[in-house]
């Protein structure tokens, strides 16, 4: 997410609960795939900017919705990852990165991790069914 773009959207639409910026990560497919009875699934890890003001809390939120989810399907979630960078994450401190699988998966891999995390996100009353 650009963050003019992001900063723009949370004038004009925020605030919001959760803030989650979506991208794919160029890992091999051995490290982004996982089969569950039979079904192959993109494996998905969060990404902390160390140097965000906001790095402690993302880093937390990050580790708990990734132990969630390893509960939900054990497995679907790398370890977060840390790096050296800001990844806009200042802007907000409940703005997490969220890499899905890798440049190696298939789109049908990514969606059926992607429902795995909206179904969380419901549980934790974070999205809502459409009326």
Same mark, same amino acid.
């Given at each position: 997410? $650009?963050? #003019?773009?992001? %900063?723009?959207?949370? &004038? ?7 803030? /989650? ?8 497919? $051995?490290? #982004?795939?996982? %089969?569950?009875?039979? &079904? ?7 990404? /902390? ?26 497995? /679907? ?55």
């Amino acid at each position: 997410i $650009s963050k #003019s773009y992001l %900063e723009e959207a949370l &004038v004009q639409h925020g605030p919001f609960d959760l803030i /989650i910026d979506v991208h794919r990560d160029s890992a091999p497919r $051995s490290v #982004s795939v996982i %089969e569950h009875e039979g &079904v192959e699934y993109a494996r998905l890890m969060f990404v /902390i900017g160390e140097k965000s003001e906001n790095a402690a809390k993302v880093r937390a939120m990050s580790q708990t919705y990734s132990d969630k989810m390893n509960q939900c399907l054990e497995g /679907i979630m790398r370890e977060p990852f840390t790096r050296q960078s800001e990844y806009n994450q200042g802007v907000a401190d409940h703005m997490l990165l969220l890499e899905v699988g890798s440049d190696q998966n298939t789109s049908s891999e990514a969606l059926r991790s992607l429902k795995v995390l909206v179904e969380l996100l419901k549980q934790e009353g974070l999205l809502f069914e459409d009326s």
